[in-house]
Structure formats: structure tokens, C-alpha cells
């Protein structure tokens, strides 16, 4: 039987965290954050919850076969809006080094300051920052794996 533990390192979940850190932003705030993945089953539930809300609303909607569907920009938007709340509630833990406030005072950690900082951000900061959190190979703990260990796991 062959034992394949070596890649245990690259299992993550909603208790694994990876720091953002936004260097454009005077001071370099940072957060510490879980997968905004499957992994993080809080997120995958909320996100699940908005896209049954979504559907049973597209239901109630008369259909017409030959509608296409148009993506506009006010649909990115709401996704991006949507990003930055459930970001804020199921992905943020805490303040690596927090962001500072108009008054120059780090406000102290929640969901609702989070969200807060996040909807401050202008949009070119914050895509990268949703794309950091859904790729989970950001959140894999490569402390203790040898070079020769990551060669393995990249041939196994």
C-alpha cells in the first residue's frame, strides 16, 4: 500500500491563514485571512445562501428563451460588493498590522471595521486582494518542506 502523507501539507481549511499585506497603502496594512474556497466551509455557505437568493429571484422572472443574458456593470459591481462583505464576515480573522482611520487611530478588530476598510479601498486594490483569497495554493504551509521535498511533491 503506498503512503502518500507527504502531501498532507498541502490540505487547507477554514483554520488556515494567509497575511495580505496591501504595500501600496501607507504603514502596509495587513490582514490575516482564510480561503475564500471550499475549504472555508462558513464562506462556501454563505456564498451558497446568495446563490440560491439569486436563483429563486431569476425564477420569478419571466422567461423568454431567446433573452440573452448580458453581464453589465452594475452586476460587477454587486459581485465586487458582495465579495466585500462576505470577505469581511467569513474569510477575515484578524489585523496583521491594521490599517489606520482618518483620525490616525487603528481601529480594533471586527467583521463590521473590516467591511469598512474593505468598501475604503478603491477597487484596483481589492481585486487583487479577492484573488489572493480564492486561490488556495496562497494558503498551502510551505514552512518545513525541504526544496527537495517541493520538487517531490511537484513530480509525485
Known amino acids: 500500500?503506498?503512503?502518500?502523507?507527504?502531501?498532507?501539507?498541502?490540505?487547507?481549511?477554514e483554520e488556515t491563514l494567509a497575511e495580505y499585506t496591501f504595500d501600496d497603502?501607507?504603514?502596509?496594512?495587513?490582514?490575516?485571512?482564510?480561503?475564500?474556497?471550499?475549504a472555508n466551509p462558513h464562506y462556501q455557505s454563505e456564498r451558497l445562501r446568495v446563490s440560491i437568493e439569486r436563483a429563486e429571484k431569476a425564477e420569478k422572472e419571466p422567461r423568454n428563451r431567446k433573452r440573452k443574458v448580458v453581464l453589465t456593470n452594475e452586476d460587477i459591481e454587486a459581485?465586487?460588493?458582495l465579495d466585500r462583505d462576505l470577505l469581511a464576515?467569513?474569510?477575515?480573522?484578524?489585523?496583521g498590522t491594521a490599517p489606520k482611520d482618518v483620525n490616525g487611530k487603528e481601529p480594533e478588530f471586527s467583521a463590521a471595521n473590516c467591511y469598512d476598510f474593505f468598501k475604503a479601498l478603491p477597487n484596483y486594490?481589492?481585486?487583487?486582494?479577492?484573488?489572493f483569497v480564492a486561490n488556495?495554493?496562497?494558503?498551502?504551509?510551505?514552512?518545513?518542506?525541504?526544496?527537495?521535498?517541493?520538487?517531490?511533491?511537484?513530480?509525485s
Open 1 to 13: 500500500m503506498a503512503d502518500f502523507s507527504n502531501l498532507k501539507p498541502l490540505h487547507i481549511s
Open 89 to 95: 464576515r467569513c474569510c477575515a480573522k484578524k489585523w
Open 25 to 38: 497603502i501607507p504603514g502596509e496594512p495587513s490582514i490575516w485571512l482564510a480561503p475564500a474556497t471550499d
Open 136 to 155: 488556495p495554493f496562497n494558503f498551502v504551509d510551505r514552512t518545513g518542506i525541504t526544496d527537495e521535498q517541493a520538487r517531490e511533491l511537484g513530480n
Open 79 to 81: 459581485d465586487r460588493e
Open 125 to 131: 486594490m481589492f481585486d487583487p486582494l479577492r484573488n
